[in-house]
């Protein structure tokens, strides 16, 4: 008997054992992304060579502009689900509207899909890891036509989520509500096999990954967090701590996912009209579930960030995540700072006091 890692097709078909009523359609959802994930994976790992460096010479509806392999990925994920009929909808980074199943195929798709095609974008032109995220919704009931308040779901309602990491090896990262499983892709078979099954965030870390150059927009809380980390084996935290940035949350995500660590984009002063940069719903709820699926913890600093209720499809947010006592912390340092604030200051006065007082 060979003794190899099962498939993620093996994977998935095991998983669906427990549903026996299952149609086998939100198997083939995972599979098609699985493959927009391979084929994203040659594409950029022939580099310069495919010719998809460099900008597209558009600008998305988050004002950013547009990488080539940006717009190419986007493409890649919408073509891969829309021949399936499994998907009723899909909202991307890269399109102001979700893609919309036409009112003929509403009764095909149980499921929607949420997704940033390409994440970490700014590393493709210097050869460092980028990577794919998605989010899996049930569509309504009753075959009803999709309307974008249908993706407006907190993400503890989400089916399944996961990455593809394309690194120096490409890796396929999932949760369908069971634990966080990671699958290598065998470049020569074309699969993903199960290399990293049942992955744990150590609940303890001495590792933490934020930009430092948005250092004089961060809110207290915050800025106290990082400085005691700063002050290592000096300070209260008594030990000394690392930093990481990869500029890539799914590399960092998944740095986390194997050996801990703590990752935050807070919110910020930085631009008052957005309270924080990464998207809810294609960046931080399918990265939430996994980490918290591996037993770490994800918020937004003062709330988790599953719960959220999302007020617009490319709504922004603070994210902060990894090993379950440093958000922990983070989060009772937000808590502590409320409670200093005067019992009858309105809650809308907070950023004000905090940009005072930073
Ligand atoms: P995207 O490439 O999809 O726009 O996302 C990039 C995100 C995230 O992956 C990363 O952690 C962060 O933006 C980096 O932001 P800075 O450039 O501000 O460090
Ligand atoms: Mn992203
Ligand atoms: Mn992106």
Redesign the pocket.
Known sequence: MLNQPITLTQYLIEERRRFPLASGSFNSVVLAVALACKALSRKVAYGVLAGLHGQAGSVNV?G?SQYKL?VLANEQFLQGLQWGGNVRGMLS?EMEDPWLAKDTDVAAGDYLLAF?P?????NIDVNLS?GSIFSVLRAPEGGRSIRVEDFLQPGARQVAAGYALYGPSTMFVLTVGRGTHGFTLNPELGEFLLTHPDLRVPEESQEFAI?A??SRFWEPPIRRYVEECLAGRNGVREKDFNMR??????A?AHRILTRGGV?M?PRDTKDPAQSG??RLLY?CNPIGLLIEQAGGRASSGEAPILQIAPSGPHQRIGFVFGSKQEVERIERYHRERVDEVEPDTPLFNRRGLFRSMG
């Open positions: 988050q950013e940006d980074e940033d390409l994440d970490g974008s700014s980028v930009n150059s948005n940035w990869i500029a890539s949350m799914v960092d990752f984009y940069r990464l960046e």
